[in-house]
């Protein structure tokens, strides 16, 4: 599937060979500290440590561009409205058409902002396997039940998705037009994600019954490993989190 999050997680970079748990810590840290950003000064300094990290993990920019299609959509439907209602400083009106400088600043900002984040998740995510990344999360404290439904959703949204295809394959193999708006076509929508729901239950409880056939939930013991100590992680999270302070106190200097 196209839209996998560790499909190049055997690539060898900086990024690659950063521990995960103290990946985890600091890139998190990192998307926390560009949460806070609120002046728009520092977006170029937030938008260039992004594209600096991105670079250091080797991750083909189709990656990123695949990933970024259907939130797109949502900053473009944001861009579209926000800087024509929000604000009072009329910055350029052509009839009831009028250009606000608040709502500007203000989309340069989110977008900015979700940008960093994004990639930045991105990176955290595409630069180790998610197997790995979970066992990082339950070693940090992350509750056992939880892991297993991450890993659980994570591994069957492909089936699900493997099953959708197939049932939309069916459907035009029967002469079924997609592109055709019409009440038909809606309750053909409607019955497909129906269907998909009922399956997806289905599957659900003979997964679990086959689990709980060998053995899952008899001891629910949380246990956390210890992190090997690596200098090279530890070098590279005192980055981050030195990054991070730094971004901090420009905010509040600024």
Request: no cysteine; glycine share 8%.
């Amino acid at each position: 599937m196209r839209l996998a999050l560790d499909e190049y997680a055997h690539l060898n970079s900086p990024i690659h060979r950063w521990h995960p748990q103290y990946k985890l810590i600091g890139l998190f840290a990192l998307m926390f500290a560009f949460a806070t950003v609120e002046d728009v000064r520092l977006l170029p300094v937030i938008l260039t440590l992004t594209a600096l990290l991105y670079l250091l993990s080797r991750l083909p920019l189709s990656f990123l561009l695949i990933r970024l299609r259907y939130p797109g959509i949502f900053l473009l439907s944001l861009i579209a409205v926000l800087p024509f209602f929000s604000g009072q400083t009329i910055l350029w009106q052509w009839g009831i058409i009028t250009l606000r400088q608040e709502g500007l600043l203000a989309i340069v900002l989110i977008v900015g902002r979700f940008l960093a984040i994004f990639i930045t998740g991105l990176v955290l995510f595409g630069t180790g396997s998610f197997l790995n990344l979970i066992k990082a999360m339950r070693s940090l404290g992350l509750s056992p039940i939880l892991a297993d439904m991450m890993l659980l959703s994570y591994r069957y949204l492909f089936e699900l998705a493997y099953q959708l295809n197939t049932m939309q394959r069916a459907t035009r193999l029967r002469g079924f037009q997609p592109t055709k708006l019409s009440r038909r076509n809606m309750e053909v929508y409607a019955a497909l994600a129906g269907s998909l729901l009922v399956r997806s239950y289905q599957q659900s409880q003979e997964i679990y019954k086959a689990m709980q056939l060998r053995g899952y939930g008899a001891s629910m013991k949380s246990h956390r490993s210890k992190g090997s100590l690596d200098v090279y992680s530890a070098i590279a999270l005192m980055i981050s989190l030195g990054i991070v302070g730094g971004l901090i106190t420009l905010e509040i200097l600024l």
